[in-house]
């Protein structure tokens, strides 16, 4: 491929002018397999390189193969989405009795996330249910602690991203199918397309050709953090993959074989809310979908045991990419835009460009600043704009944990009508927003997404 070369030197010079150890990259275009590449080492210890073969964890790309593992027992008519999840989970409190399987694929059930901890008695912050990472838990301690998630909103009336809901769906798959979500996708999926080392995360099986986890603490690569392991693989992502595995992943959504191609347009498609708008970020079902010049994009990133995931479509292109690293602050959305870019220039990634009016810039940091603290004064709006983001999207942008105070806003593009589009980092990701504003000087519109 005539981008080859140049393709090999951008993935390397991330590697040395970053604190990332390795990268391993799929691309999938018009149907075929174009690149399978490793760049740099799978693990520093002992000096191994990564290759197309090496395994990393999924982090969150695995809910869309939890989701996935939910359209099979969908197909076979086991399950369906607007099923009641007290109907799998009947041990759930009466406030459950809302919750619907769509809900919890859509982060529309209403439940809070888990708050980090490392002993029983810490976390907690924000009404969020303390996890200790270093305690193995049963699936019924799992579900006991999503009993104890505070409701962020009623159910289909809101989005909040949360791993509760995604636990609770892997357990349902288990309930249904009699076996872990996992073997499902064994089973049906994996074995039958071709991912070979596909498989559950594990801390005590020999998984060969596996990487090393890392982090970055105090500006100095170390090895990551311990989890239990049976944290290691519950289905909001708890799974193994390669580059190589992904890349056939990649073809069964472009050509499908074991799913159906209404299962496929179902995941991908944004799930509305009760009030008939999508979640601010076009949420589908373990997807979220945006546009980049014009051209529709479906995304997930995961981070999770020292390792960061981005697998995105860009389906009116006919490509598709994926960036694993081996580090839990490797930026592999920005790299997997770029990769796209590079394959097809119509999607180039935003960067930033020359601020011809940094007053305005800064009023926009400040207008951005009041939104997340949920202070936005209505008068900045027109009538339409305010109408929908007062309907449920300030919330959930304030939600997010955007933080805005103090750090940069980049001006990308400039429309010509005058919309602005800017891009703010948040801890490994870049926060893209668009702003346009009408004769009058007001927001006419706004959209949010993560790279």
Known sequence: MSYTGELDRYLQSEIDNSQVPGLGVAIVHDGEIVHLGGYGLANVENQVPVTPDTVFHSGSTGKMFTAAAVMFLLQDDHIKLDDPLIRYIPEGPESWSGITIRNLLSMMAGFGNFDIAFSAGEGGEGGAVPLNLWQDHSDEQLIDLARRSPFMYRPGEGYQYSNTGYILAGLVVARVSNKPYYELLRERLFEPIGMATAREASWFDIVPNRAAGHCIRDGKLENRYWAAPSLQRTGDGGLYFSPR????????????????????????????????????????????????????????????????????????????????????????????????????????????????????TRRDHELLQAIVERRAPRESFGEEAWRLWSNGWFEQIAASGAAVAGVPLELTHQEGDGGRRYRLEMGGYHLHWTISRDSEDRVSEMRFHME
């Open 245 to 360: 595995d992904i890349a056939h992943w990649l073809l069964e959504l472009d050509n499908p074989t074991v799913l159906s191609p209404e299962s496929i347009a179902l995941v991908s498609e944004p799930v509305l809310m009760k009030n008939g708008q999508p979640s601010f970020n076009n949420y589908a079902l373990g997807w979220q979908n945006s546009t980049i010049r014009g051209h529709r994009k479906i995304r997930h990133g995961g981070t999770w045991d020292g390792f960061r995931a981005e697998i995105a479509r860009f389906p009116a292109r006919k490509l598709s990419v994926c960036v694993l690293g081996n580090t839990d602050e490797a930026q592999v959305a920005r790299i997997g835009q770029k990769i796209a870019g590079i394959v097809d220039p119509a999607l180039a990634p935003y960067e930033p460009i020359a601020d011809g009016n940094e007053a305005l």
